[in-house]
């Protein structure tokens, strides 16, 4: 029995070692003006890109973030860098102090029985005044199986941006 107990102990400490722990330096303060554009998509999903930049412009918003409204349209196609120019200059314009964009690296649902979703992405706050990022940060979290991508994208932004 007291084996058993030692191999379970020694089991959670081997588990516990492979846990890898991020630190978040400072977010920008919420006196900030900000503007969100649709991230790179990286993936094989379609339009992952506008996906994750309306999720992570609702969750700041309900944070109390102040958030431009916005500064793109969706589209059926993926975005061209003269899209994301346009965005980028319209933003500046209409008051922006911190510009929120990034790159969707996942979002799909995993293979196999479960079908759990992954999504990873890559967050960039970019100061309009000093010309300079001021903040990233890469996300990653996969759900359970009854969990919809929409879902865990929420959740990994709920957890980072307070």
Known sequence: M?????????????????TQVSRVKVLPTKKNT????PFE??????????????ILEG????KGYKVLNRVWSY???EPTEADFKKWWNKAIK????????????EFRYKTGID????????????????KKVVWSATLSKSGLSF????TVSQELFDKIFK
């Open 59 to 62: 969750v700041l918003r309900s």
């Open 75 to 77: 589209s059926d196609q």
């Open 115 to 130: 079908g759990e979703p992954a999504v990873s992405v890559t967050v960039y706050f970019y100061n309009v005044n000093t």
């Open 2 to 18: 007291k084996s058993k107990i030692f191999v379970l102990i020694l089991s959670v400490f081997f588990v516990l070692g492979c």
């Open 41 to 54: 998509n990286y993936t094989v999903t379609p339009l992952a890109g506008y996906r994750v930049a309306s």
């Open 94 to 105: 209409e008051g922006a102090t911190l510009i929120v964009y990034g790159s969707v690296n």
């Open 147 to 150: 969990q919809s991508l929409g």
């Open 34 to 37: 900000l503007a969100v554009i």
